[in-house]
């Protein structure tokens, strides 16, 4: 989800650093103000509608791509999601699942299933997907067992 712009323009400034890269955001709301960058595109409506997953798919085929999944937090969008993006990452790359720890793992116990549930579903039937723990650093994320790196 874009919301204000935020993190598509921290995005796009990383990838003003290394000299490569574009972002890709949607949110069903278009608001004022957002930021504008030319590594930066927004698109408005749902994440997991035909028409979005198509454009982001035209827009990534034949490119590496790092997916971040950051919007409606109930399991069966998350999920969804999952299916729609996660194969526009190539062995290597990573999709991050946000906010994994709502539900009880440990905050918000009553928010039902979520992020952290869609990712176990979704790693039972994809094995070329992992877990890697190695990017939750110092014992604290908002992501636990949320960074799927594409094994194969």
Known sequence: MTAFGGSALYLASICDLIRHGHVVTADVTEAPNRPQHERITYLIGSSTSPAIVERV??????????????????KEHVRAELEAYAPLVGPGGYVVVEDTN?????????FGPGPMEAVDDFLEEHP???VDTSREKYLMTFNPRGYLRRVR
């Open 57 to 74: 798919t035209a827009m990534a085929r034949g490119k590496s791509a790092l997916v971040i999944l950051d919007s409606d937090h109930r």
């Open 102 to 110: 709502v539900n009880g793992h440990p905050v918000l116990p009553d």
């Open 128 to 130: 070329e997907f992992t």
